[in-house]
């Protein structure tokens, strides 16, 4: 049994910066599309349904600010003096909306309040580094969205922020302490990565990665726009839905191919990505979690990394060839798992492809929280996690560079996205990408053991 306040640090301390902060320096555009910029955030939205008191709302997240230094830290990035600096505990920000008696569905008004959340610019210099808009249908029915900067949170994290949220607020309903978890602390993470670095394990990974990237460049794909073309950059959102065959179909062919969902999808992309002019050394860019370590699972931070998965196509004569090769790709790599800083230092030219003036890089990833609420009650109030947002935003959390495919398989169907930077696509080109995705898939998953030359 734990209280958040045992956490509270008195006075900012300064501690070094992980290597995932320092990637985030080495893309940094310099602008406000940039990930210091104000729509470099995580979103999230959850529905609520119990008898909601928002005072004690604002408390449970007052304790959560406490409990997790990373919501109270500040980036500090001039070149050698470059570091973290964690603050004192902080108030975060809690808007009410009041959206009874506007009629129509309150799904949907629910996600129009997400998104126009994520469309809100957050400035990174704001502390603490997360905030929260609450849409109140009436007393027991509500949509509370959660956002953070991307600097201090990832996806992993923000399922624990709002698990912890909800024990906090159960807590102080009842009067009594919150049981959670310890949570760790960020520092503890860059404290063993720096000590980790130095050591074998690591060294050994490094080898790996120059061996396995010799040569590879992360696949190009062609952009609509030019680089130079000097378009205003935001990051628009598509989103689309395929049906519960597709994810009934996956999952069967996972099993039957000792894979797993996330390789099963990751072949039928590398395919697209062939398909489409990418040949037949295929470098998919993916993100992992990046914990590393089990004691660092219930700690709030950006851990996650960026991982270029290469997969030779030339000796594939079936979709379970690819399969079998994306399977070893997978396993190799998670094994050596580094973060890209280290791989990019193995293999310096990995980028050059993919940052021409007609070109970017499009990466994959398949959403597996185990974390993710789905009509869970804790005290007297029940949270479900918005896992099937559907409609599109002009302007929605960036990116950096390219494109971000967003796969997850909650049933009925397989529920995706695709970001991207406006300046160099259109959101025409992202609607054929994914009905081509949803071609290759289908053929794929139909007939495994069909020679590619016939798909």
């Not at 993470?189 to 080898?207: C, D, I, M, N, T």
């Not at 680089?227 to 689309?240: D, K, V």
Request: proline fraction near 7%; charge should be negative.
């Amino acid at each position: 049994m734990s209280h958040p306040h045992g956490t509270a640090t008195a006075q900012a301390e300064r501690i070094p910066l992980s290597l995932q902060q320092d990637f985030l320096r080495l893309i940094d555009s310099g602008t406000d599309a940039g990930p210091f910029g104000p729509w470099y955030t995580i979103v999230g939205g959850w529905r609520l349904s119990g008898p909601l008191d928002v005072a004690t709302l604002q408390g449970a997240l007052d304790d959560l600010v406490v409990r997790h230094e990373s919501l109270r830290t500040s980036l500090v990035r001039d070149g050698e003096d470059s570091c973290q600096v964690v603050g004192g505990p902080g108030s975060p920000s809690l808007t009410v909306h009041d959206l009874s008696g506007q009629g129509g569905s309150r799904d949907l008004q629910a996600e129009e309040l997400v998104n126009e959340v994520e469309s809100t610019p957050f400035p990174m210099e704001r502390t603490p580094l997360i905030g929260a808009v609450l849409g109140r249908f009436d007393e027991r029915d509500a949509v509370l969205a959660l956002a953070a900067h991307h600097t201090a949170v990832d996806g992993w994290s923000m399922q624990l922020v709002v698990r912890d949220l909800a024990e906090l607020y159960a807590a102080r309903r009842a009067g009594r302490p919150a049981v959670l978890p310890d949570p760790g602390q960020y520092r503890e993470f860059v404290a063993w990565q720096r000590e980790y670095e130095r050591g074998p394990a690591a060294e050994a990974s490094r080898a790996f990665w120059r061996d396995t990237l010799r040569g590879a460049r992360i696949t190009p794909v062609p952009t609509d726009h030019a680089r130079g073309a000097g378009l205003p950059a935001a990051t628009s959102w598509h989103r689309f839905l395929l049906a519960e065959d597709f994810r009934t179909a996956v999952l069967r062919l996972a099993r039957t191919t000792r894979t797993t969902p996330f390789m099963v999808l990751l072949a039928a992309y590398a395919l697209l990505l062939r398909e489409r002019g990418g040949g037949e050394d295929i470098v998919a860019p993916t993100f992992t979690p990046g914990r590393m370590q089990s004691r660092m699972l219930d700690t709030v931070g950006s851990f996650y990394n960026f991982v270029p998965l290469r997969v030779d196509l030339a000796p594939c004569r079936t979709f379970a060839d690819v399969l079998a090769a994306v399977r070893r790709t997978c396993l190799a790599a998670h094994t050596h798992e580094l973060p890209f800083n280290d791989i990019l230092a193995a293999a310096p030219e990995l980028l050059d492809a993919a940052g021409t003036d007609r070109t970017a890089d499009l990466a994959f990833q398949v959403v597996q929280s185990p974390l993710i609420m789905a009509d869970q009650a804790v005290g007297d109030l029940s949270y479900t996690a918005m896992r099937r947002r559907m409609l599109p935003q002009p302007v929605g959390s960036a990116l950096p560079d390219g494109a971000l495919w967003n796969l997850e398989l909650n049933a009925p169907g397989i529920v995706g996205s695709v970001g991207y930077l406006s300046n160099l696509f259109t959101s025409e080109s992202m609607v054929e990408l994914t009905i081509d995705f949803q071609r290759v898939l289908s053929r794929v998953l139909s007939r495994p053991d069909q020679e590619l030359k016939n798909l």
